[in-house]
């Protein structure tokens, strides 16, 4: 166990569907990540909150949507969605970056929600 | 910018050694390595910053040359649990990393 726990672990959805994809960290982190991990692909940088503002947003299409209510959620919210969107989806938390700047920031994973989409 | 890892795969006897590599087309502020088993989330090994200071495993050391962009990573004796596949994470911002394709290793008895 990381201290990062994710649900479902496991989602089949059709194109229409909506459905949200939900993180929490019990770790005291202030950072907190969304990547997507497709077979045969490196692990790809989706949205960044640091602080509970958005810092990143890798050219994500808005078909997925993130939201953090506070250091400790994260959500991402998905409307139709594509079968290539089929993916492991992992979330992950680290210390964050304050004004004093870039420190260690190991991130801690937390399992992943597989993704099916029909 | 995607870095490069290699080689692709590795297959070791317990005990042996291996070197990852990792290397970057951009100036890098850090590196960070993970391993993953098939099934299982990521799990942080080491953090190498500029400047030299790191952070990580005691069993796993790593080297990172600033100039060249690259970082290594060194599996020493190593032993059947370290089977899985290692990832290199580069940034050049602080603390968003951007992430290779992976070195698979097996270790065999």
């Known amino acids: 166990e990381t201290g990062v726990t994710q649900t479902p672990r496991h989602l089949v959805m059709g194109m229409t569907n909506k459905k949200s994809l939900k993180c929490e960290q019990h770790l005291g982190h202030n950072a907190m990540y969304w990547y997507k991990q497709s077979a045969k692909k490196p692990l790809e940088l989706m949205f960044v909150?640091?602080?509970?503002?958005?810092?990143e947003n890798n050219s994500v299409p808005s078909r997925f949507s993130p939201e953090c209510p506070n250091s400790s959620h994260l959500f991402l919210h998905l409307h139709t969605l594509q079968p290539e969107d089929s993916a492991l989806y992992l979330c992950?938390?680290?210390?964050?970056?304050?004004?004093?700047?870039?420190?260690?920031?190991?991130?801690?994973f937390g399992p992943g929600t597989r993704l099916t989409v029909l | 910018q995607q870095p490069v890892q290699s080689p692709q795969a590795v297959i070791l006897r317990e005990g042996e050694d291996a070197v990852i590599n990792c290397s970057s087309s951009?100036?890098?502020?850090?590196v960070h390595w993970y391993r993953q088993k098939h099934g299982e989330a990521p799990v942080f090994l080491m953090i190498l910053l500029k400047g030299g200071e790191q952070k990580g495993h005691e069993k796993i050391s790593a080297s990172f040359n600033e100039k060249k962009q690259q970082s290594s990573l060194y599996l020493t004796a190593s032993q059947l649990s370290y089977s899985g596949t290692y990832f290199c994470?580069?940034?050049?911002?602080?603390?968003?990393?951007?992430f290779g394709k992976g070195t698979s290793l097996l270790v065999t008895p």
């Open positions: 951009k100036a890098l502020y850090s």
């Open positions: 994470g580069t940034s050049n911002s602080g603390y968003a990393l951007n």
């Open positions: 909150y640091n602080f509970k503002e958005q810092t």
């Open positions: 992950a938390s680290s210390q964050g970056v304050g004004r004093e700047g870039r420190i260690y920031n190991e991130q801690f």
